[in-house]
């Protein structure tokens, strides 16, 4: 089945270690997205990127970082400088920009910051 | 810069009452827009989609949604409502131009609580 697929489902972060959560998808997408989700704030964009090797900040990209090697992935780092990275973060992806941009996502990964 | 507005954070139906949720956004130009939902702990599911054509657009699990330019509104209605839509309910707006990305902004969601 095609889908997006992230891990770990939770994760537990001492503070001033970094973390990498996964995002892998196999449904063909150039685009792919990072969202921060906060009780009461909707879905706030982190990063996108619009094809391999290439990716833009979104509005709150300060304390991450990313990369994107392979069409398939879209790994995210949550950094020591990222000052309340306690959150659910959600993988999205969708087709090019041009077509029809609905966007998929995955089941997310809930960081808790101990 | 484009912007979605969803002024119920909370609502609470009877099951087997109609619905309709809020959605107005800001935009220049025709825009995408999206009407998603998330159950607790879980990632967010399309419900419907409007880019053009009938303004009455019908989605998953029997909703429906009405695009309205004249009030830059897309709200969300369901003539009976289940137990198991109890659930966070976001709208979304995309661009339309290239030159935008493909990006879209989010509604802050309204919960939607269902009575027994």
């Known amino acids: 089945d095609g889908g997006i697929t992230q891990s770990p489902k939770y994760l537990f972060r001492k503070e001033g270690q970094n973390v990498t959560l996964s995002c892998e998808q196999n449904?063909?997408?150039?685009?792919m997205y990072w969202y921060r989700q906060d009780p009461g704030q909707g879905l706030r964009l982190i990063y996108y990127?619009?094809?391999?090797?290439?990716?833009q900040k979104g509005d709150i990209a300060e304390g991450y970082s990313v990369s994107r090697e392979k069409k398939e992935s879209f790994p995210l780092t949550v950094t020591s400088a990222q000052k309340n990275p306690t959150a659910f973060y959600l993988c999205?992806?969708?087709?090019?920009?041009?077509?029809?941009?609905?966007?998929?996502f995955g089941p997310g990964t809930r960081l808790t910051v101990l | 810069a484009q912007s979605v507005t969803q002024p119920d954070i909370h609502i609470t139906v009877s099951e087997g009452a109609s619905l309709e949720l809020r959605c107005n956004y800001s935009?220049?130009?025709?825009?995408?827009l999206f009407w998603y939902v998330q159950s607790p702990g879980q990632g967010l599911q399309l419900l419907l989609k409007?880019?053009?054509?009938?303004?009455l657009v019908q989605g998953i699990k029997g909703f429906e949604a009405e695009f309205k330019r004249s009030q830059s509104s897309f709200n969300l209605r369901k003539p009976s409502v289940h137990w198991s839509d109890a659930a966070e309910y976001f709208c979304?707006?995309?661009?339309?131009?290239?030159?935008?990305?493909?990006?879209?902004?989010f509604g802050t969601g309204t919960q939607l609580k269902v009575e027994l």
């Open positions: 999205a992806s969708s087709t090019p920009v041009g077509l029809y941009n609905e966007q998929f």
């Open positions: 449904l063909n997408h150039d685009a």
């Open positions: 990127s619009q094809i391999v090797n290439d990716f």
């Open positions: 935009y220049g130009a025709t825009p995408y």
């Open positions: 409007y880019f053009s054509g009938d303004t």
């Open positions: 979304a707006v995309g661009p339309t131009l290239l030159g935008g990305g493909n990006k879209l902004t």
